[in-house]
Nanobody, 127 residues
Framework: QLQLVESGGGLVQPGGSLRLSCAASGATADHYDIGWFRQAPGKDREAVSC???????YYEDSAKGRFTISRDNAKSTVYLEMSRLKPEGTAVYYC?????????????????????WGRGTQVTVSS
């Protein structure tokens, strides 16, 4: 079974940047579709961006133009580059994976059904 470990979170000032990493192990990671999700205090978990094995990418509106998702199959790692961060971006960020096989947008919209999840990494955007 695929195991996922997120890293790269921390405290950043508004307007700053962070790169989150999601390291996969236990299976052939490049066979999996992977997404980033986040959960802010008191709010439901929401999708940020998803990437399928065929290279299709989806961004939620809040991430468009500021975040970039990518993967390095040689390192079994998926990245989320975040720039121009806003205080409302404060949340625990999770990566999740599955052999989805359907549209990348649907993967983000139905992320709750993905079978492998990491434990998350905290991102705090504050001055």
């Amino acid at each position: 079974q695929l195991q996922l470990v997120e890293s790269g979170g921390g405290l950043v000032q508004p307007g700053g940047s962070l790169r989150l990493s999601c390291a996969a192990s236990g299976a052939t990671a490049d066979h999996y579709d992977i997404g980033w999700f986040r959960q802010a205090p008191g709010k439901d978990r929401e999708a940020v961006s998803c990437l399928t094995t065929d290279g299709s990418i989806y961004y939620e509106d809040s991430a468009k133009g500021r975040f970039t998702i990518s993967r390095d199959n040689a390192k079994s790692t998926v990245y989320l580059e975040m720039s121009r961060l806003k205080p409302e971006g404060t949340a625990v960020y999770y990566c999740a994976a599955d052999q989805w096989g359907r549209s990348v947008q649907a993967m983000c919209e139905k992320g709750y059904s993905l079978r492998s999840w990491g434990r998350g990494t905290q991102v705090t955007v504050s001055s």
